[in-house]
Nanobody, 128 residues
Framework: QVQLVESGGGVVQAGGSLRLSCAAS????????MGWFRQAPGKEREFVAA???????????KYAESVTGRFTISRGNGKNPVYLQMNSLKPEDTAVYYC??????????????????WGQGTQVTVSS
């Protein structure tokens, strides 16, 4: 069974940092684009960041405008294919964060329907 499981969420004050991890099982994701999305209460799920497949050489990344300069997505090893370092957190970053994987690898998609595998999410709460 293929699974993605997020961890690292929690409650932090504005200006603080958190690092989200994504654990994978059931298959490797080195040839997938990996991404993070988030969903706040009453809002639609939105793109946060994506990174190119780890078996490539270009190391491309893409970020939502709202997190550019504050968040960093990075690739890990086989069991932990992706991380999200979140700095200078703001109350508006409060959401459930989802790790996801896409077989659409010729570009970094910000569309949720391009992503085939999803974790169950981890809650991030930023207090003011």
């Amino acid at each position: 069974q293929v699974q993605l499981v997020e961890s690292g969420g929690g409650v932090v004050q504005a200006g603080g940092s958190l690092r989200l991890s994504c654990a994978a099982s059931g298959r490797t994701f080195s040839n997938f684009v990996m991404g993070w999305f988030r969903q706040a209460p009453g809002k639609e799920r939105e793109f946060v960041a994506a990174i190119s497949r780890s078996d490539g050489r270009d190391g491309r990344t893409k970020y939502a405008e709202s997190v550019t300069g504050r968040f960093t997505i990075s690739r890990g090893n086989g069991k932990n294919p992706v991380y999200l370092q979140m700095n200078s957190l703001k109350p508006e970053d409060t959401a459930v964060y989802y790790c996801t994987a896409s077989m659409v690898t010729w570009y970094l998609s910000d569309t949720s329907t391009d992503y085939a595998y999803w974790g169950q999410g981890t809650q991030v709460t930023v207090s003011s």
